[in-house]
């Protein structure tokens, strides 16, 4: 079973960064696929980046695109967010999201295209 729980997540002035953390405590996070959304308040929730479990795939949405960078420590079960720049506009509720099954590329920025969340934790970037 797959137990996600965020942290890292806070107030920050914009230009400023911040490390997000998922871990999972259900022991079976090494080969799913993970992945970071975002939800900002009367919005969709949206994809952020993803990252493949050998650690070596990795994709972003143009919007942080060179800004933030998704890891994974396979060892300690976590995966991590380093987002720099921070911008007004990245402000939401950050969810970790699991795949226990296969998942290419393409279909990773799809919502329902992942099976395991989060509780989700607050960013919030003040101008």
């Known amino acids: 079973q797959v137990h996600l729980v965020e942290s890292g997540g806070g107030l920050v002035q914009a230009g400023g960064s911040l490390r997000l953390s998922c871990a999972d405590s259900?022991?079976?996070?090494?080969?799913?696929?993970m992945g970071w959304f975002r939800q900002a308040p009367g919005k969709e929730r949206e994809f952020v980046a993803a990252?493949?479990?050998?650690?070596?795939?990795?994709i972003y949405s143009d919007s942080v695109k060179g800004r933030f960078t998704i890891s994974r420590d396979n060892a300690k079960n976590t995966v991590f967010l380093q987002m720099n720049s921070l911008k007004p506009e990245d402000t939401a509720v950050y969810y970790c999201?699991?795949?226990?099954?296969?998942?290419?590329?393409?279909?990773?920025?799809?919502?329902?295209?992942?099976?395991?969340w989060g509780q989700g934790t607050q960013v919030t970037v003040s101008s």
């Open positions: 259900g022991r079976t996070f090494k080969r799913y696929p």
């Open positions: 990252i493949w479990w050998s650690g070596g795939s990795t």
């Open positions: 999201a699991a795949q226990s099954g296969p998942l290419s590329w393409n279909r990773a920025p799809s919502v329902s295209s992942w099976n395991y």
